[in-house]
């Protein structure tokens, strides 16, 4: 196990080096610069300068690589469209907000999801199971913006519960994380639904209600063990989803998070901020794949037990 995670990890810096070069160099293809427009009404020993600052007036290589050991220390650099504002550091405080945002909703629709499944599996063809995949059908259509939308409406609006847009106590939380959860409720009940329905029929299942182990017990100890495994492989980018999907979310509820911030980014053309996030983005994501993976061992041991006979 210990060879297998440091090689996922070796395999996870290249796939981050080939991420940052690609973003890195459709970023420089784009026509234009990011100081043409703010620079357009400085004299132009003042551009020179502004230019100087940020590399831009260096050869494409020589900012790659610039670019490239910044990004090994952990310096991702200076925001072009706020100077003085330091890369590194807005991620690091914008992402606690997009966590707390999204950690919330990815454990509300977890739980509430896994639960569903097994609902609407024991109860297959009643009126239960169709409720459960109304629910889902739902979650899975309609779009993120008008959930949002209509949530704003009824408990803003009509029934004025909570705040419509900003961020701070609890009832900031209570829409957003609501909107955010929805459509992992509806995927996790899915998943979980269609792999209970194939493990409750399988010789194991059918032995220990021989048995007489209780129904709870057998849910407990058998079903839900070996159901779950299917539902965890999409809980690895779930995680990245946490940041990447509150995008819309912080943008509608007026959110100051990390998707917020990365929306303006690409609107304002800042490079540093832009290549910054794309990095992060993309470390979350494959970190994420390789917990699910450790997860998936301990959750099943015949998964480990078969990785050390190969």
């Known amino acids: 196990m210990g060879r297998y995670i440091v090689r996922r990890i070796l395999y996870m810096f290249t796939v981050l080096w080939i ?18 427009h703010m620079a357009k009404n400085l004299p132009e020993q003042t551009k020179k300068n502004y230019y100087a600052k940020y590399g831009l007036d260096k050869p494409i290589y020589i900012q790659y690589g610039k670019f490239i050991s910044q990004a090994i220390r952990g310096d991702l650099g200076e925001s072009i469209r706020y100077p003085g504002r330091s890369v590194t550091g807005t991620i690091k405080k914008l992402s606690v907000v997009s966590g707390v945002l999204g950690g919330q909703a990815l454990f509300l629709g977890f739980s509430i999801g896994i639960i569903l499944g097994i609902i609407a599996a024991l109860n297959r063809n009643k009126w239960p199971d169709y409720l459960v995949m109304f629910i889902a059908i739902l979650g899975i259509t309609v779009p993120v913006f008008v959930t949002a939308a209509v949530f704003q409406y009824f408990f803003s609006v009509k029934l004025p519960w909570f705040p419509t847009t900003g961020w701070g106590g609890m009832k900031y939380m209570v829409l957003p994380v609501v909107t955010l959860c929805f459509g ?35 849910i407990r100890k058998h079903v839900l063990r070996n159901a779950i495994l299917p539902t965890i492989t999409i809980l690895g980018p779930s995680i990245a989803g946490i940041f990447v999907g509150s995008f819309v979310v912080e943008s509608i509820f007026g959110i100051p998070g990390l998707g917020f911030y990365f929306i303006s980014s690409i609107n304002d053309r800042d490079f540093t901020m832009i290549m910054g996030n794309t990095i992060f983005y993309t470390g979350i994501f494959i970190f994420s794949l390789l917990i699910t993976d450790i997860v998936y061992s301990l959750v099943d041991p015949r998964i480990r037990i078969s990785e050390e006979g190969n």
Do not use: C, W
């Open 184 to 218: 992992s409720v509806a995927t996790y009940a899915r998943y979980m639904r269609s792999s209970v329905l194939e493990v409750i029929n399988q010789d194991y299942i059918l032995t220990a209600q021989a048995k007489g182990v209780s129904g709870f017990n057998v």
């Open 19 to 36: 991420v940052a070069t690609l973003t890195f160099v459709l970023m420089h293809s784009i026509p234009g610069d990011p100081l043409a």
